[in-house]
């Protein structure tokens, strides 16, 4: 990395004729990005995590819908072409409801023209990094109120939920670096983030760039950690919120979340208002995202489990409302456990 900090990346960058994303699955190894000017480009790094998180998918998604004006316009598409074309983008990961929503709220300017989809999605990213530094505020606030410490906090987090995850700054991690910057933060235990890694590939790198004392975990070292009084509350980020507050998240969040029940300590949901999804009643009604059992079976591209072995790899899982002590939006905090539901408050 040059002289920006990780907190200043911005993950999915417009150039002018297409999309620069930085590929999240080479780091840390290398910070390469790759240039995107097609739609099946698009949905391919989508598909493969180059680009992920919640709001990063939602960017990528918005400046999707100026690919396929581009590509249409190149190709001589017909309007029935370019909304299959922006369709494909809004279905290409099921579970984080950002990407259909930021897809959903530029696409009608495709009738506008370029410069009208630009516009659009430049309010998406803009929106996203304000909300962060809004989110990063209030969650430190309320949990500083909350466990009122006389001495600075360990957190735990898992998955990814930093400035590569987002349009910058981050949710979780956003108020993490928010505790940070007020040199609250003693030390956060990364979970590592099984299958692919986002906690010790890119939370850890992102913690390390910017000085913040950390240590990464396997996941299975969560609950224990927990319980032994190592932590003084876990942050994760969301993505999709019910209405009751269900909250889908990576694979390992609802271990982490019943271990901080049964320990007493502060289960914390970052996320933006396009995170919440009011029409989805409850958690069971969220499609979770299945992905390649290679994933599972192999390590590092070697498989390692029995050739015999089938693989079962859901991407996500939902933690139930009543185990959310704190939904941190851009709005302010939801106490969900105590029954402020995003139903009820973010209509
Ligand atoms: O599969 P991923 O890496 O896209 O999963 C990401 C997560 O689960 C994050 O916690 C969530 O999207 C919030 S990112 C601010």
Excluded at 7 to 26: F, H, K, M, N, Y
Excluded at 266 to 288: E, K, M, R, S, Y
Aim: charged share 20%; hydrophobic share 45%.
């Amino acid at each position: 990395m040059t002289d920006e900090t990780s907190q200043d990346l911005r993950a999915v960058e417009w150039t002018g004729d297409g999309l620069s994303l930085i590929d999240q699955t080479a780091l840390p190894a290398r910070l390469d990005r790759i240039a995107v000017r097609e739609v099946d480009q698009l949905v391919d790094a989508i598909v493969r995590l180059v680009v992920r998180g919640a709001p990063a998918i939602g960017a990528a998604g918005a400046y999707g819908v100026a690919i396929a004006l581009l590509q249409g316009e190149r190709e001589g598409w017909t309007r029935d072409q370019l909304l299959a074309a922006i369709a494909r983008i809004r279905e290409a990961r099921p579970t984080a409801v950002n990407l259909a929503v930021c897809v959903d709220r530029v696409a009608p300017f495709a009738g506008q023209g370029l410069a009208a989809v630009l516009a659009e999605a430049d309010a998406v990213v803009r929106e996203d990094l304000k909300a962060n530094h809004d989110m990063g505020a209030y969650g430190a606030d309320w949990l500083l109120k909350r466990t009122a410490p006389d001495r600075p906090l360990r957190i735990l987090t898992h998955c990814n939920t930093g400035a590569l995850a987002t349009a910058g700054w981050g949710t979780a991690l956003g108020v993490i670096r928010e505790l940070h910057s007020r040199g609250l933060v003693e030390l956060v235990h990364a979970d590592e983030t099984r299958p692919l890694l986002q906690g010790s590939r890119l939370t850890a790198w992102e913690l390390d760039h910017d000085g913040i004392p950390h240590v990464v975990q396997a996941d299975g070292a969560a609950a224990g950690t927990i319980l032994r009084g190592e932590i003084d509350a876990a942050i994760v980020g969301a993505d999709r919120i019910a209405a009751n507050g269900d909250t889908a998240n990576k694979v390992g969040t609802v271990g982490v979340a019943l271990a901080c029940a049964h320990a007493g300590i502060p289960f914390i949901v970052a996320a933006p208002t396009t995170t919440v999804d009011l029409a989805t009643a409850t958690g069971d009604a969220i499609h979770i995202e299945m992905r390649d059992e290679a994933e599972i079976l192999n390590w590092s591209g070697v498989r390692t489990a029995p050739a015999g072995s089938r693989g079962h790899n859901p991407a996500f899982d939902v933690t139930p409302g009543t185990l959310v002590t704190a939904l941190v939006t851009e709005r302010g905090v939801l106490e969900v456990s105590a029954g402020e539901l995003p139903g009820d408050r973010l209509r």
